[in-house]
């Protein structure tokens, strides 16, 4: 109402006499001096010529800030907003009021944390004018789209916790972290059930499964392809893009959100129009390139900018103060925290969360059929922290808020939303692989292989070994600095990629999968060295007299037909675990050696390849329970007593509840690509063109 934005204004203009009368730079008074009178004036009018040009001219400074890297984004803020300072200031009478750079960015940034502070108390106190201010934007937005009200059905939004496991959330629920999710589930409005991921229990192949209905031969977060000799990693754009277009092609679909959606904040796009922040996307050049557009809405207001700005810096701050907490203290285990990482943090669980829920309210505004965002500050934080962590439950507790003021909007939405809460993976807690051994599984491959390690690795109890098992390998001594035995060519030297606790090893000068046979004969000690290390749960190789076969220690060594009567190495890792391999081995792009660290069942313990310790991208533990929180009015996921497995499953539960409230429907051919509720995965159903797992 007017009276608030008078209000904003009034504490606009004693902030600035406040400021003037501390700071020495900025003054509000001529040369000679001014009554008290005259200086509360020209603080008036200069808070009032600052309002005005932050309303004006600052929705066309964000436009051009689109083409800034979103890390730098919080400190091109506070720069720009000191300069409309200096411009407002120049357009009081008589040139009263000044400032050097330097003061007016702190000027600038002081009053407009203070002016978001005010307008949003005001807003909060008055329950009557923040619905009214709902109803106002909605009504804008339908006046931008079609006339009219706005469609009788509900719309659903999708909202995506990435990373956290079912017991997680449970776990946050019973401990009051999580009130809004809590009030869903006492009050029976909402069902919560677990999925089971598949083995690559990662965002990638998660997410690609669950928006585009396939992630057929994804076999890792990241992993080597031997036809185009290209690494392929989830989160990099053209890689994104590409498993798209894969996915596409596979399904003949374009994706759950074809038809009126939106995807926000995603690895990939589900076919939606509207995007902003989407992976898949930003590798485009020109007009198609949206990617940032959700900058633009959110940053539009300098009131937003700089309370995200200054959630930015406080962010950092809280992560280097927490980092240094669990290094005075001696926290095991531990990981690095240092260098860009209190950046990346804050840019994760401030400004994207802060974008991405903005996106989705205007979404909800806007009255789109379909949102489906992702929302990624508890993954972050949890990889570094530990998924159980002090600093890793503060995040939840933040990711629930924004859970409540969504929920909130939806009252006042222009048509009903049902709100779909889920997660694409869980974390397993544990130490990384290096700590525990001195050296990581790129050097335990290249000692197996009897190439140079790093010297700090050769002197490891794992590393002696390895080199132990290559000399009897060899049958001959390899002395400390001999290298007679290293490969002639550095192309048959492997290729070692980590995703989590799996493992991906590759010989790149090969142009097929490599047998077991094969790698036996040009690195007799590789295998052994690999599958009797207490840090390795298990391999998946492929034999030429067996078919595909899991190599374990001791010489364990099953073929993946014979896994369910005979799990061996599998057998700590669950009941699921041989469908989840026999899967992943019928991928074009599976690694010559898969490998998946030790799991310790009783603690939920793995040990990640990665610099992490909450990690996930294999089999074991936690990672492997994702949830999926729904309304009661949805139909159950799957039959009762069945298992809903696989992202790709997911897909066709999600579908069918968007069917069920007459929203959009992918059209696609279900009697080919859609399974039922309760369908599992057979080892007898996989070939290199299914879609059915």
Not at 241 to 258: C, K, P, S
């Amino acid at each position: 109402m007017w009276w608030r934005s008078i209000a904003v204004w009034a504490v606009s203009t004693v902030t600035m006499l406040v400021l003037a009368g501390i700071l020495p730079d900025f003054q509000l008074q001529s040369d000679n001096g001014d009554s008290a009178t005259r200086i509360a004036l020209t603080a008036a009018l200069g808070a009032g010529a600052f309002g005005i040009l932050s309303a004006l001219v600052w929705p066309l400074l964000v436009r051009a800030l689109l083409l800034v890297p979103a890390l730098v984004l919080g400190l091109v803020v506070f720069f720009l907003n000191g300069g409309l300072l200096i411009f407002a200031l120049a357009l009081v009478p008589d040139g009263r009021g000044e400032a050097n750079p330097e003061t007016a960015v702190v000027v600038a940034a002081v009053m407009s944390a203070v002016a978001s502070a005010t307008g949003g108390a005001l807003a909060v106190r008055d329950d009557d004018a923040y619905r009214r201010r709902l109803y106002r934007l909605a009504d804008r937005r339908r006046r931008r789209g079609s006339a009219g009200a706005g469609p009788s059905t509900p719309g659903t939004v999708f909202l995506q916790l990435d990373g956290v496991g079912h017991d997680v959330l449970r776990d946050a629920v019973d401990l009051g972290l999580m009130p809004t999710v809590g009030a869903w589930l006492g009050a029976g409005t909402h069902r919560l059930t677990p999925w089971r991921t598949d083995w690559s229990s990662q965002t990638g192949a998660s997410q690609l499964g669950i928006l585009h209905g396939s992630n057929y031969d994804v076999p890792a977060f990241r992993w080597y392809e031997k036809d185009t000799r290209e690494i392929q990693v989830s989160n990099r754009p053209t890689s994104a893009a590409e498993l798209q277009r894969r996915a596409i092609e596979h399904t003949g679909d374009g994706g759950l959100l074809t038809l009126d959606g939106a995807s926000r904040g995603n690895l990939f796009s589900g076919g939606a129009e509207q995007v902003a922040l989407v992976l898949s996307v930003a590798a485009r050049r020109g007009k198609e390139n949206r990617s940032r557009a959700g900058y633009f809405a959110y940053f539009s207001d300098p009131a937003n900018a700089v309370r995200t700005a200054l959630s930015f810096v406080a962010e950092v701050g809280r992560e280097i103060g927490q980092s240094t907490r669990a290094r005075l203290t001696r926290q095991r285990p531990r990981v690095g925290r240092g260098g860009l990482y209190p950046f990346i943090r804050a840019f994760a669980t401030v400004v994207e969360r802060d974008v991405v829920v903005a996106a989705v309210i205007g979404d909800m505004l806007a009255g789109r059929s379909a949102v489906y965002a992702d929302l990624v500050a508890y993954d972050e934080v949890a990889h570094h922290s530990g998924p159980v962590s002090r600093d890793a439950e503060k995040v939840l507790a933040r990711l629930d808020r924004s859970l409540a003021l969504i929920a909130k909007v939806a009252e006042h939405a222009p048509r009903p939303y049902r709100i779909v809460v889920l997660s694409d993976h869980g974390q397993s807690p544990g130490e990384t692989f290096r700590a525990r051994y001195g050296l990581g599984l790129q050097d335990l491959v290249r000692a197996g292989c009897g190439l140079p390690v790093p010297r700090r690795a050769r002197r490891t109890h794992s590393g002696a070994e390895a080199r132990a098992a290559v000399r009897a390998a060899l049958r001959r001594p390899v002395e400390e600095g001999d290298e007679k035995h290293r490969p002639a060519s550095r192309r048959s030297e492997p290729i070692v990629l980590a995703s989590g606790n799996l493992g991906l090893v590759s010989f790149p000068d090969v142009p097929h999968r490599m047998s077991k046979e094969e790698i036996d004969a040009r690195h007799p000690a590789l295998l052994p060295t690999l599958a009797n290390h207490p840090g390795i749960g298990f391999l998946l190789v492929r034999s030429e007299a067996h078919g595909a076969v899991v190599l374990g220690a001791r010489g364990a060594e099953i073929p993946l037909a014979d896994l369910d009567e005979r799990p061996g190495p599998l057998a700590d890792f669950g009941a699921h675990a041989a469908d989840a391999v026999r899967r992943t081995d019928s991928f074009p792009h599976t690694a010559d050696i898969m490998v998946n660290s030790w799991y310790d069942p009783a603690e939920g313990e793995v040990l990640a390849f990665e610099e992490q310790i909450g990690s996930h991208g294999g089999l074991g533990g936690a990672q492997g329970h994702p949830f999926l929180l729904a309304p009661e009015v949805f139909s159950p996921p799957v039959a009762k007593g069945a298992e809903l497995v696989g992202a790709q499953q997911v897909h066709h539960v999600l579908r069918r509840w968007l069917r069920e409230g007459s929203g959009p429907q992918v059209p696609l051919d279900e009697s080919r690509h859609e399974p039922a509720p309760d369908a599992s995965f057979t080892a007898a159903t996989v070939t290199p063109q299914d879609n059915s797992a």
